[in-house]
């Protein structure tokens, strides 16, 4: 049998289109934002949903978060640039950095965003008089540091106080006088980020208690928080015996802990906002290699090589990210397996997957990685002067290109040469 993905034969994406490619498919990416809003909607909670672009972002992916109706979270120019250039509405993109630079601010004062989240006190006068300049007021959100270790790999782990990422939980209050005095400045709200690929719902309610902590001193000094955006980090299964994240079990934690600490703060609810990322992208994408090379080494182990490798999915290399993946010539007929390591093509380590039991693996076997839709086209690079891989999309029976793969060509036309080099 054949690895079918969303209904499509990856043996015949990889003839049609070659290796190594990235897949995506749409109806996984519309499956996921249903079912955050749903969850939320069945708890009562009628919130704001801002897909997080680092995870994954290009034209078309723009285009498909507008047709799910919700927003887009930038952490860049070139993120803002190319939802922009994609026709995304201003008003529902949320940009972050912590760096921003005045060309960014620009960009986003002058679009009219939903919000600016400002990281530190230091931008608060730096984007007011950008508004000034433009002749604008500018929506700007305040992050915080909630202080919750939520117990994942720490290089993924933001909301620490040992952190670069937003304010001190004490500089919270000066700064949102400051934003509330500023004349081109209009205070929309409060944000956090705890981390990323958090399987377990405690950490989040955690965060949202001394976030509603902190709603309430503001209110007690006459600053109104419209809306509370808790960030993203749902966490996926990225091996079979993983379970998924209970995204309706904690819609409905959520509801109970933000209607008690309300009622008991006194404070009115606010709009309640997320930025999912991983959770919507990842599981709609994979990425396809052909086998290279295998190596056996008697009494140590085997070694698979594929056609890609931490250029396209840094994430191992990384932070020791973990995969599945199959051989999908080879998938579901119960042939004997053996365990091999698969490694990429770069010229490190480069292991993709440490150990995994697989059946025997030919040169040429196409080999799928599962669930590697978020954090690996959005972390890409050139190591080795190795292309980015293309993307096709899948939507029903149709695939297409929706980013091209780069060439050797590409990578070298961004060389100059000066002139006391010339021949
Ligand atoms: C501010 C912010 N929002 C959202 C996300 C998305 O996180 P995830 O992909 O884990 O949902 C991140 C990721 O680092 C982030 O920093």
């Not at 006190?121 to 305040?142: C, F, K, Q, W, Y």
């Amino acid at each position: 049998m054949h690895y079918i993905f969303e209904g499509h034969d990856t043996v015949k994406l990889a003839e049609d289109f070659g290796t190594p490619l990235y897949v995506i498919s749409e109806e996984r990416i519309e499956r996921a934002v249903k079912t955050v809003k749903d969850a939320f909607l069945s708890a009562g909670l009628d919130i704001a949903v801002y897909y997080a672009g680092k995870a994954f972002t290009n034209k078309a992916m723009c285009r498909i978060v507008e047709s799910c109706g919700i927003g887009l979270d930038t952490v860049s120019g070139g993120e803002l640039f190319t939802a922009l250039s994609a026709g995304f509405p201003a008003n529902r993109i949320v940009c972050h950095g912590s760096v921003k630079t005045s060309d960014e601010i620009d960009l986003a004062v002058k679009n009219g965003v939903h919000c600016i989240v400002i990281n530190s006190p230091a931008e608060i006068p730096v984007i007011d008089s950008a508004a000034a300049r433009l002749g604008t007021t500018a929506n700007v959100a305040l992050r915080v540091s909630p202080g919750v270790d939520p117990h994942t790999h720490e290089y993924i782990t933001t909301g620490t106080l040992d952190t670069k990422f937003g304010l001190m939980p004490e500089e919270l209050i000066p700064a949102a006088k400051a934003v509330h005095e500023a004349k081109h400045l209009n205070f929309t709200g409060l944000h956090c980020h705890i981390g990323s690929q958090i399987m377990d719902d405690e950490p989040f309610i955690l965060a949202l208690s001394i976030m509603l902590g902190h709603v309430k001193e503001l209110n007690e000094q006459g600053i109104r928080v419209g809306e509370l955006n808790m960030g993203g980090g749902f966490g996926i299964p990225y091996l079979p015996d993983e379970k998924e994240f209970d995204m309706y079990g904690y819609a409905a934690r959520f509801r109970r802990t933000l209607d008690r600490l309300c009622v008991e703060y006194g404070i009115p609810i606010p709009k309640i906002a997320v930025e999912p990322g991983r959770y919507i992208i990842g599981p709609a994408g994979i990425t396809i290699y052909k086998v290279c090379a295998v190596k056996d080494i008697p009494g140590i182990r085997r070694y698979i090589s594929v056609d890609g490798g931490l250029n396209d999915n840094p994430r191992p290399a990384l932070y020791q990210a973990r995969y599945n993946a199959v051989i999908a010539g080879k998938y579901g007929d119960g042939l004997p397996e053996s365990e091999a390591r698969i490694s990429g093509r770069s010229c490190e380590t480069d292991t993709l997957i440490d150990s995994i039991m697989l059946p025997d693996a030919q040169i040429g076997d196409i080999m799928v990685f599962e669930d590697t839709g978020a954090y690996c086209y959005s972390m890409a690079g050139n190591y080795n002067r190795l292309g980015i891989p293309k993307i096709v999309l899948l939507h029903a029976d149709k695939a297409h290109v929706i980013k091209r793969e780069q060439t050797a060509e590409d990578i070298a036309s961004f060389d100059e040469i000066p002139d006391w080099l010339e021949g």
